[in-house]
């Protein structure tokens, strides 16, 4: 099995459990990650195991929603008992199940929410459902202990670029969403059409490294109803048309200048966009979260931009960034300790708002 073991796991599943402790066993299938784990209280990880399935999917191109559910199905029970393991912990020390029900791709969250009612009803546990966004931005409270609510966040993902108020713990007001593509998917889009291939974001920023970033000129799109809002589809089009351009001209293209031109485009965008929300809505605090949140250039951008404008920038490991199920434990806890929790009736829900 490939397995992505976090570094925390060892160091910390020597800590005795108490009764005081409130253990939270999360699953997390939504996409292509048959992932599971145990998080104490919130914010400490005891187990995070992560089956990936990417490269099943890789010469497909991109997720093919069918084989993600079948191979959900075939990884789910092997992920939990090696969560369970590894933590060394059995059910009965196990306070409240948390599953993703959504959003997602039906078939694979329909994997995970099934077992997660399964074993609920069998071990006589509670079940929580969780948002998969609200599973992202909670990622930034295993990282950083101190962070509290209430703070702004940048949610990049394959499927979704949202600029969230985080009023309260589980609690969020989207002020900015994309028009059109997802940051993740312009990533991926474009990668596959400089032939880069699946999945795009991390290729194009392994590869950014080597081109010039100010080679090509590429769009920064505004978007007129709402200044927080993105859209990245006239960026993937002009990519595009660059492409047919210099083809027809003959011209042989240089795919890191390409790389690392479109991933300034896009950083500029999310950077500037997020910072004047954080000041127009007179927070001091920002975090970002979600698949693309984990690009070295846009790390680093924040963390030069945040530190001029004196505002404090959260943001979780690159593992923490990714889809994982350690991030559902803590999203799963805060709801957990506000009373929320599901019937046998929970059902994936694929395109669940925040
Ligand atoms: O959060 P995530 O794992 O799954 C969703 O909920 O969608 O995000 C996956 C997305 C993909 O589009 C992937 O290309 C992008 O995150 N991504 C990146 C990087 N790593 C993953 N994008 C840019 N740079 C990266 N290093
Ligand atoms: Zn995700």
Redesign the pocket.
């Known amino acids: 099995m490939n397995e992505r073991k976090s570094g925390l796991v060892e160091q910390q599943n020597k800590v005795n459990i108490t009764t005081q402790d409130v253990l939270i066993l999360a699953i997390e299938t939504?996409?292509d990650e048959t992932a599971a784990s145990v998080v104490r209280n919130g914010r400490e990880v005891l187990s995070d195991i992560i089956y990936t399935q990417i490269a099943l999917h890789t010469c497909y191109g991109g997720v093919v929603p069918e084989i993600a559910s079948r191979k959900h199905i075939e990884k789910m029970n092997q992920v939990i008992e090696e969560a369970l393991k590894q933590a060394q912990v059995t059910l009965q020390d196990i306070t409240a199940i948390a599953v993703t029900y959504g959003p997602g791709l039906v078939g694979a969250l329909l994997v995970g929410v099934s077992t997660a009612k399964a074993i609920s009803f069998a071990a006589e546990i509670p079940l929580v459902g969780v948002h998969?966004i609200s599973g992202?931005i909670s990622a930034n409270y295993i990282e950083h202990q101190e962070l509290e609510p209430p703070f702004v966040c940048l949610v990049a993902?394959?499927?979704?670029s949202h600029l969230v108020v985080v009023k309260d713990y589980g609690e969020y007001e989207i002020i900015g969403r994309t028009r059109d593509d997802a940051a993740?998917?312009a990533?991926?889009k474009v990668a596959r059409a400089i032939g880069l291939g699946y999945?795009?974001?991390?290729k194009?920023?392994m590869l950014s490294k080597e081109g010039n970033p100010d080679a090509i000129s590429f769009p920064r799109a505004k978007v007129a109803e709402n200044e927080y809002d993105f859209s990245f589809s006239g960026l993937k089009s002009a990519v595009l048309n660059y492409l047919n351009s210099c083809q027809m001209k003959g011209i042989t293209i240089c795919q890191a200048d390409v790389a690392a031109s479109f991933q300034k485009a896009v950083v500029d965008v999310l950077v500037e966009h997020s910072l004047h929300a954080v000041k127009e809505f007179g927070y001091d605090k920002f975090a970002i979260a979600?698949?693309?949140a984990?690009?070295?250039t846009l790390r680093k951008a924040f963390e030069e931009e945040c530190a001029k404008r004196k505002i404090q920038f959260f943001h979780p490991s690159?593992r923490l960034?990714?889809?994982n199920a350690a991030m559902i434990g803590a999203a799963g806890y805060y709801e957990y300790q506000k009373g929320v929790t599901h019937g046998y009736d929970l059902n994936a829900v694929p395109n669940l708002s925040l």
Do not use: Q
């Open positions: 939504s996409c998969h992202h993902s394959g499927g979704h993740g998917e990533f991926d999945p795009g974001g991390p194009i920023d979600g698949g693309v984990s690009n070295s690159p960034c990714t889809d």
